[in-house]
């Protein structure tokens, strides 16, 4: 894969997680994790294990208001 093809994956990731973290960090958990994953499907990128983990721990704090958005570091193109 191509710095381009990562770097562009990423950026699509961050929008996902910026719209879910916007609107959707007062849900219940499994609403923020169902609306992460298709808002990841519909971009066509993915998220490895950890890093979801992470945005969903993340986004989870958000709810203390005292979070920022979190940032996605890696994400690549969906298969």
Do not use: F, H, N
């Amino acid at each position: 894969m191509t710095d381009e093809a990562q770097q562009a994956a990423t950026e699509a990731a961050q929008r996902v997680v910026d719209e879910v973290s916007s609107y959707q960090y007062s849900a219940e958990d499994s609403t923020i994790a169902q609306q992460l994953d298709e808002g990841l499907e519909q971009a066509k990128v993915s998220l490895d294990d950890d890093e979801r983990t992470r945005i969903l721990a993340e986004i989870d704090g958000l709810k203390d208001e005292q979070s920022s958005a979190p940032q996605v570091r890696s994400a690549t193109p969906a298969e």
